[in-house]
C-alpha cells in the first residue's frame, strides 16, 4: 500500500492505493496506528479477488460470515476510525458488485485487493471515541465520551 497526504487543513486528506494480494483490514488498522489516528473517515473504490462479510446476528452477538470467493467490484466501500480504550479501531462496511449485476454486502472483516483499491482517508481534528456497548458486545462511538 502506498500513501500520500493531500491536504493538511482544516481536515488532513490522505490517498492510500492498495495493491493486488494487500489484506486490506489490517494493512488500514496498521496504518492507523502508525499515524495515530483516531477521528477519520473514509471511502472507497476498486475491486477484490475475495472477501469474508459480516451480519451482526442481534441474538448470538456475533456475525455471521459471508465468504465473497470471486472477483467483485467495490461499489461501495465506507468506515471510521475511532479510538477504542487508547488504540485506533477500523470499523467498515462495503456493497461488492458481482459479474452478473448483483450485489452483497456486510460489515467487512476481509478483503483481498486484486487489482486495485483506492482509498480517501478524511481525519478530523477532533476525536473519537469507542467503549463496548454491554447490550451487544460491540465497540461503539460514544458522543459523549
Same mark, same amino acid.
Given at each position: 500500500?502506498?500513501? =500520500?497526504? +493531500?491536504?493538511?487543513?482544516?481536515?488532513?486528506?490522505?490517498?492510500?492505493?492498495?495493491?493486488?494480494?494487500?489484506?486490506?483490514?489490517?494493512?488500514?488498522? $496498521?496504518?492507523? =496506528?502508525?499515524?495515530?489516528?483516531?477521528?477519520?473517515?473514509?471511502?472507497?473504490?476498486?475491486?477484490?479477488?475475495?472477501?469474508?462479510? %459480516?451480519?451482526?446476528?442481534?441474538? $448470538?452477538?456475533?456475525?455471521?460470515?459471508?465468504?465473497?470467493?470471486?472477483?467483485?467490484?467495490?461499489?461501495?466501500?465506507?468506515?471510521?476510525?475511532?479510538?477504542?480504550?487508547?488504540?485506533? =479501531?477500523? &470499523?467498515? &462496511?462495503?456493497?461488492?458488485?458481482?459479474?452478473?449485476?448483483?450485489?452483497?454486502?456486510? &460489515?467487512?472483516? /476481509?478483503?483481498?485487493? /486484486?487489482?486495485?483499491?483506492?482509498? +480517501? +482517508?478524511?481525519?478530523?481534528?477532533?476525536? +473519537? $471515541? =469507542?467503549?463496548?456497548?454491554?447490550?451487544? %458486545?460491540?465497540?461503539?462511538?460514544?458522543?459523549?465520551?
Amino acid at each position: 500500500m502506498k500513501s =500520500k497526504i +493531500l491536504n493538511t487543513a482544516p481536515e488532513r486528506t490522505i490517498a492510500l492505493v492498495f495493491d493486488k494480494g494487500d489484506d486490506v483490514m489490517p494493512i488500514l488498522e $496498521r496504518f492507523a =496506528k502508525e499515524n495515530a489516528l483516531s477521528a477519520s473517515r473514509f471511502s472507497a473504490i476498486g475491486a477484490l479477488r475475495s472477501a469474508v462479510l %459480516g451480519y451482526f446476528d442481534w441474538d $448470538r452477538k456475533d456475525y455471521d460470515r459471508i465468504p465473497v470467493d470471486e472477483q467483485v467490484e467495490v461499489l461501495s466501500f465506507s468506515g471510521d476510525i475511532a479510538l477504542d480504550g487508547d488504540q485506533p =479501531k477500523v &470499523h467498515a &462496511h462495503a456493497v461488492l458488485g458481482r459479474r452478473d449485476g448483483s450485489t452483497v454486502g456486510g &460489515h467487512v472483516l /476481509q478483503a483481498t485487493v /486484486q487489482p486495485t483499491l483506492e482509498v +480517501l +482517508l478524511i481525519e478530523s481534528p477532533g476525536y +473519537l $471515541r =469507542k467503549t463496548c456497548d454491554r447490550e451487544t %458486545g460491540l465497540a461503539l462511538i460514544d458522543i459523549d465520551a
